[in-house]
């Protein structure tokens, strides 16, 4: 072997090897991660589905990672403030965010966004995925989806459906119905679920399409009445209440779902912490109970998955706002 060769491939053995002792476990100790509490900020109002999600979520992940997780509110444009503060924060994995079906909508419903929804956010993994209730004071004199067409066809001024912001799955979700039945629906947008269900609960505005978790103790306490559920089939919880589908729209069918993202440049091995414990808590059987309280399923699965689906997720609903015409600005 001649001499340069010989040097050359020393080099690279040693190049080798220094790179086997920076791989993602020795990387991950060498990083001492987490040095201190970590911050989930969730882009909705507490008290909502995200944020009930979120609080349940880090309880259990907090244990795993051997640090406090906290619950940061930060309101506004429909989870459009929360996360760009996120996607301008330091990559350390110390400020996460609550990534959801809105952030993907938000795409193609706002003329600008103040960070881009895929090359500002490193995927974790998905949390869970839920569906959306039409719910109605119960002073509206309508016992079932047709008589809230009929009131609404027959009422000169329409209907009012509350949401949760504009681009939220609870706004598309009435979009799409506004879509389909050619009602004179008014949407009226709100910071978060919780203030619009409070509306909705005094009677301010009529109807909504709310998330399961946040509108189903106002439905079990009689406060609300459910019409019509917007999942493919009836939940198990809710055994009375018909589909939209069956109720003469075959075909509708919207899931809410909840993830959790880093800002981008988050290290590797920390992403891969953070999948580790979010999936343990995921598979913990009593969390699981407790989601399955709140008419939501377990999404666990890798960064990857996440990737993917948040790209299949934008190109559909950026379809769907497309055809209905909504914008936000």
Same mark, same amino acid.
């Given at each position: 072997?001649?001499?340069?060769?010989?040097r050359r491939t020393i080099c690279l053995s040693l190049l080798a090897a220094v790179?086997?002792?920076?791989?993602?476990?020795?990387?991950?100790?060498?990083?001492?991660?987490?040095?201190?509490?970590?911050?989930?900020?969730?882009?909705?109002?507490?008290?909502?589905?995200?944020?009930?999600?979120?609080?349940?979520?880090?309880?259990?992940?907090?244990?795993?990672?051997?640090?406090?997780?906290?619950?940061?509110?930060?309101?506004?444009?429909?989870?459009?403030?929360?996360?760009?503060?996120?996607?301008?924060?330091?990559?350390?994995?110390?400020?996460?965010?609550?990534?959801?079906?809105?952030?993907?909508?938000?795409?193609?419903?706002?003329?600008?966004?103040?960070?881009?929804?895929?090359?500002?956010?490193?995927?974790?993994?998905?949390?869970?995925?839920?569906?959306?209730?039409?719910?109605?004071?119960?002073?509206?004199?309508?016992?079932?989806?047709?008589?809230?067409?009929?009131?609404?066809?027959?009422?000169?001024?329409?209907?009012?459906?509350?949401?949760?912001?504009?681009?939220?799955?609870?706004?598309?979700?009435?979009?799409?119905?506004?879509?389909?039945?050619?009602?004179?629906?008014?949407?009226?947008?709100?910071?978060?679920?919780?203030? =619009?269900? *409070?509306?909705?609960? !005094?009677?301010? @505005? +009529? $109807?909504? #399409?709310?998330?399961?978790?946040?509108?189903?103790?106002?439905?079990?306490?009689?406060?609300?009445?459910?019409?019509?559920?917007?999942?493919?089939?009836?939940?198990?919880?809710?055994?009375?209440?018909?589909?939209? =589908?069956? *109720?003469?729209?075959? !075909?509708?069918? @919207? +899931? $809410?779902? #909840?993830?959790?993202?880093?800002?981008?440049?988050?290290?590797?091995?920390?992403?891969?912490?953070?999948?580790?414990a979010l999936n343990t808590a995921l598979n913990d059987p009593a969390f699981k109970?407790?989601?399955?309280?709140?008419?939501?399923?377990?999404?666990?699965?890798?960064?990857?998955?996440?990737?993917?689906?948040?790209?299949?997720?934008?190109?559909?609903?950026?379809?769907?706002?497309?055809?209905?015409?909504?914008?936000?600005?």
């Open positions: 072997m001649k001499p340069h060769i010989k790179n086997a002792t920076f791989s993602a476990p020795a990387f991950a100790d060498k990083l001492n991660w987490p040095t201190k509490p970590i911050k989930l900020v969730v882009g909705y109002a507490a008290g909502g589905a995200t944020d009930v999600l979120a609080r349940l979520v880090v309880t259990r992940m907090a244990t795993e990672l051997g640090q406090p997780m906290v619950v940061d509110n930060r309101t506004g444009a429909n989870s459009n403030v929360g996360a760009e503060i996120v996607a301008r924060s330091a990559a350390d994995g110390h400020t996460l965010y609550v990534f959801t079906i809105a952030n993907t909508i938000n795409a193609s419903l706002y003329n600008k966004l103040g960070y881009d929804p895929v090359k500002d956010f490193e995927p974790i993994g998905l949390i869970a995925k839920i569906p959306n209730l039409l719910v109605v004071n119960p002073a509206l004199p309508v016992q079932s989806v047709q008589e809230y067409i009929k009131y609404a066809k027959d009422a000169k001024d329409g209907i009012t459906f509350a949401s949760s912001g504009s681009g939220s799955s609870i706004h598309l979700s009435g979009e799409m119905f506004k879509m389909k039945t050619g009602l004179n629906m008014l949407h009226v947008p709100y910071r978060g679920s919780a203030p =619009a269900v *409070s509306d909705l609960l !005094g009677g301010q @505005v +009529q $109807s909504m #399409f709310d998330n399961s978790p946040s509108a189903m103790p106002h439905v079990k306490a009689g406060k609300l009445r459910a019409l019509a559920i917007t999942s493919k089939e009836r939940s198990p919880l809710l055994p009375d209440v018909p589909t939209i =589908a069956e *109720s003469g729209f075959p !075909g509708f069918e @919207v +899931q $809410s779902w #909840f993830g959790m993202a880093a800002p981008s440049g988050t290290p590797e091995p920390v992403i891969k912490r953070l999948n580790t109970r407790r989601l399955e309280e709140l008419v939501a399923t377990t999404s666990p699965g890798t960064p990857d998955d996440m990737r993917k689906f948040v790209a299949s997720e934008l190109k559909n609903w950026g379809e769907v706002v497309k055809a209905s015409g909504a914008k936000a600005y």
